[in-house]
């Protein structure tokens, strides 16, 4: 039972952390002569079950990787009093609280950090455990200068079944790899991208794909490159930078084969600066930059094009549809009669020119339209008497109205700043954001008003796995389509019927059981689903979703256990 002074055999020396989950303590083991610490469950937690496989994975996982980068377990117990770990103290501090302290820390040093969390990482992959959750605060530097990897508590082990909250991102939204992201499939590959974000910030005091706000932050995982380090600050080796290009890189199949494969480099790279990769080296470093004070943080980095499109984009955008115009205005090409209607071509490719403008200062390229022609396919007509007309304006650019249309009467006609209208409709229904700005839910009873222009769309749903962005483009006085569907971006399983009766699991976690009437919704990728029932033999099916492959439909008689 739980004292006020000590739980079990441990005494409590001090309250470290408290959560609305759990609370961290110091502690003391008598039997064995040395400081522990112990996570326990809040009463109420203990009955969440998400929460306590949770912590039943953590305990499992670093009771199988026992490695001197990676923090050790003592001991796990649950029951009707209490529900708690017990690990390894160490005496220092997170990385992350290193960074807060000290802005960024040098590069040498972050080096040798580096091979200790590859060399942790490189053991627990070897083991088959993958940790899905490597950020600042989950790498512990103790006082002797040895990093350890804490926080098993998102791991999956490759011959069990994995924990997944239903949907819910799992993981740290400014970490996550740009596969769990978009759906794909995890695998260990997820940690090195992890890991490289995590470098990157140590080494320049700023995350950099930390956004103002969720949708923001996936949008530049997937998208945004940062800039190099060495572009930053210029004491930073190349070969620092095209580490940390590899670890960062956008699929998963030119990262890094292996964590072992990134040690490599990293201990060419130590060798080339006669850098020690030991653990001495970090604590005297440690040492003297606390000695020197704190290092300035490398901010603001570069802004992406998308995050200042609507001031200095449109500057751009407007200076290379007016080079892009002059240029096709002004090729000679057969004169046309006075009064002849404009050509559609001609339209389609000045609205071409005008849409590739836009492209280059977005951060999603939207999909070409299918009447875009070439310049060669393409007669522009010349002016009257030998001279340049003036270019139609974009409002009749983006919108042409052919037919008792003359060319003098469009390029007569004044440039238009009224706004233009969206028409989001989404499937089931989705929680609207438009330039970070929350919108409401749909259905909508009318579509939106918006400024002409780029605007950067986020839909999420509690219920899917991934939010639905996208980048689109305003017209004044036009309407603007967007249809999403949540149900073709994740995998679906319908359990239709089973007999006699089953317990439903997907990787593990419990989803009730039947009849159940709602579908189960998973991320893109291979699940593995169970029916248990304890009179009948447990009926298991591996199944992988895809874009060509989102649903399952399940039909089941048990089968009686023999």
Same mark, same amino acid.
């Given at each position: 039972?739980?004292?006020?002074?000590?739980?079990?055999?441990?005494?409590?020396?001090?309250?470290?952390?408290?959560?609305?989950?759990?609370?961290?303590?110091?502690?003391?083991?008598?039997?064995?002569?040395?400081?522990?610490?112990?996570?326990?469950?809040? !009463?109420?937690?203990?009955?969440?079950?998400?929460?306590?496989?949770?912590?039943?994975?953590?305990?499992?996982?670093?009771?199988?990787?026992?490695?001197?980068?990676?923090?050790?377990?003592?001991?796990?117990?649950?029951?009707?009093?209490?529900?708690?770990?017990?690990?390894?103290?160490?005496?220092?501090?997170?990385?992350?609280?290193?960074?807060?302290?000290?802005?960024?820390?040098?590069?040498?040093?972050?080096?040798?950090? +580096?091979?200790?969390?590859?060399?942790?990482?490189?053991?627990?992959?070897?083991?088959?455990?993958?940790?899905?959750?490597?950020?600042?605060?989950?790498?512990?530097?103790?006082?002797?200068?040895?990093?350890?990897?804490?926080?098993?508590?998102?791991?999956?082990?490759?011959?069990?079944?994995?924990?997944?909250?239903?949907?819910?991102?799992?993981?740290?939204?400014?970490?996550?790899?740009?596969?769990?992201?978009?759906?794909?499939?995890?695998?260990?590959?997820?940690?090195?991208?992890?890991?490289?974000?995590?470098?990157?910030?140590?080494?320049?005091?700023?995350?950099?794909?930390?956004?103002?706000?969720?949708?923001?932050?996936?949008?530049?995982?997937?998208?945004?490159?940062?800039?190099?380090?060495?572009?930053?600050? !210029?004491?930073?080796?190349?070969?620092?930078?095209?580490?940390?290009?590899? +670890?960062?890189?956008?699929?998963?199949?030119?990262?890094?084969?292996?964590?072992?494969?990134?040690?490599?480099?990293?201990?060419?790279?130590?060798?080339?600066?006669?850098?020690?990769?030991?653990?001495?080296?970090?604590?005297?470093?440690?040492?003297?930059?606390?000695?020197?004070?704190?290092?300035?943080?490398?901010?603001?980095?570069?802004?992406?094009?998308?995050?200042?499109?609507?001031?200095?984009?449109?500057?751009?955008?407007?200076?290379?549809?007016?080079?892009?115009?002059?240029?096709?205005?002004?090729?000679?090409? !057969?004169?046309?009669?006075?009064?002849?209607?404009?050509?559609?071509?001609?339209?389609?490719?000045?609205?071409?020119?005008?849409?590739?403008? @836009?492209?280059?200062?977005?951060?999603?390229?939207?999909?070409?339209?299918?009447?875009?022609?070439?310049?060669?396919?393409?007669?522009? !007509?010349?002016?009257?008497?030998?001279?340049?007309?003036?270019?139609?304006?974009?409002?009749?650019?983006?919108?042409?109205?052919?037919?008792?249309?003359?060319?003098?009467?469009?390029?007569?006609?004044?440039?238009?700043?009224?706004?233009?209208?969206?028409?989001?409709?989404?499937?089931?229904?989705?929680?609207?954001?438009?330039?970070?700005?929350?919108?409401?839910?749909?259905?909508?009873?009318?579509?939106?008003?918006?400024?002409?222009?780029?605007?950067?769309?986020?839909?999420?749903?509690?219920?899917?796995?991934?939010? @639905?962005?996208?980048?689109?483009?305003?017209?004044?006085?036009?309407?603007?389509?967007?249809?999403?569907? @949540?149900?073709?971006?994740?995998?679906?399983?319908?359990?239709?019927?089973?007999?006699?009766?089953?317990?439903?699991?997907?990787?593990?976690?419990?989803?009730?059981?039947?009849?159940?009437?709602?579908?189960?919704?998973?991320?893109?990728?291979?699940?593995?689903?169970?029916?248990?029932?304890?009179?009948?033999?447990?009926?298991?099916?591996?199944?992988?979703?895809?874009?060509?492959?989102?649903?399952?439909?399940?039909?089941?008689?048990?089968?009686?256990?023999?």
């Amino acid at each position: 039972m739980e004292g006020e002074t000590g739980i079990g055999p441990y005494r409590i020396d001090a309250e470290i952390a408290h959560s609305s989950i759990c609370t961290i303590y110091r502690a003391w083991e008598p039997s064995l002569d040395r400081p522990v610490l112990i996570k326990k469950l809040h !009463p109420q937690m203990s009955r969440e079950e998400d929460i306590r496989k949770r912590f039943e994975r953590e305990a499992q996982v670093c009771a199988r990787v026992k490695h001197e980068n990676i923090v050790d377990i003592y001991g796990y117990r649950a029951d009707e009093d209490v529900t708690m770990l017990v690990m390894e103290f160490v005496e220092g501090q997170s990385l992350g609280e290193l960074i807060s302290k000290r802005g960024r820390i040098e590069w040498k040093t972050v080096l040798i950090m +580096l091979a200790g969390v590859l060399k942790g990482l490189a053991y627990a992959h070897s083991k088959g455990v993958t940790h899905r959750d490597i950020k600042p605060d989950n790498l512990l530097v103790s006082d002797e200068g040895r990093v350890k990897i804490t926080d098993f508590g998102l791991a999956i082990i490759s011959d069990s079944s994995r924990m997944t909250v239903q949907g819910a991102v799992v993981g740290t939204p400014a970490y996550l790899p740009p596969e769990q992201v978009s759906g794909g499939v995890y695998d260990f590959r997820g940690d090195l991208f992890s890991t490289g974000v995590t470098i990157y910030e140590a080494l320049t005091g700023v995350s950099p794909f930390s956004g103002q706000s969720f949708s923001e932050t996936l949008k530049k995982i997937l998208t945004y490159s940062p800039p190099s380090p060495s572009s930053l600050l !210029p004491d930073i080796p190349a070969e620092f930078d095209q580490i940390l290009a590899r +670890l960062l890189e956008k699929q998963p199949s030119k990262r890094y084969a292996s964590a072992e494969q990134a040690l490599e480099d990293v201990k060419k790279l130590a060798a080339l600066k006669g850098v020690i990769l030991e653990s001495v080296a970090i604590q005297k470093s440690l040492d003297d930059s606390a000695a020197s004070g704190r290092l300035p943080v490398i901010t603001p980095l570069p802004i992406p094009i998308w995050r200042t499109f609507n001031l200095a984009g449109y500057a751009t955008v407007f200076a290379s549809a007016v080079i892009a115009l002059s240029i096709i205005l002004l090729t000679p090409t !057969p004169k046309t009669p006075d009064h002849a209607d404009v050509s559609p071509k001609y339209l389609t490719q000045v609205k071409a020119v005008v849409q590739a403008a @836009f492209d280059r200062n977005k951060l999603i390229t939207l999909p070409k339209s299918p009447d875009t022609v070439s310049v060669a396919e393409t007669k522009i !007509p010349t002016a009257k008497n030998g001279k340049t007309e003036n270019p139609p304006n974009r409002q009749n650019i983006q919108n042409p109205v052919i037919g008792g249309k003359t060319r003098e009467s469009i390029s007569a006609a004044k440039p238009s700043t009224a706004p233009g209208q969206l028409l989001l409709t989404c499937k089931p229904w989705g929680n609207i954001t438009i330039d970070n700005i929350p919108y409401g839910q749909t259905p909508l009873s009318s579509p939106l008003e918006l400024k002409p222009g780029a605007h950067l769309v986020a839909l999420t749903n509690p219920e899917f796995p991934a939010p @639905f962005v996208q980048t689109i483009q305003i017209q004044s006085d036009s309407v603007t389509s967007l249809d999403v569907n @949540f149900w073709s971006i994740a995998g679906i399983v319908n359990v239709r019927s089973v007999r006699p009766w089953a317990e439903i699991y997907v990787d593990g976690t419990s989803y009730g059981t039947t009849p159940r009437a709602k579908p189960i919704i998973v991320p893109f990728g291979k699940h593995l689903i169970e029916l248990r029932n304890p009179a009948y033999q447990v009926w298991t099916q591996e199944v992988t979703f895809s874009p060509n492959n989102s649903s399952l439909d399940l039909t089941v008689t048990l089968e009686e256990r023999k």
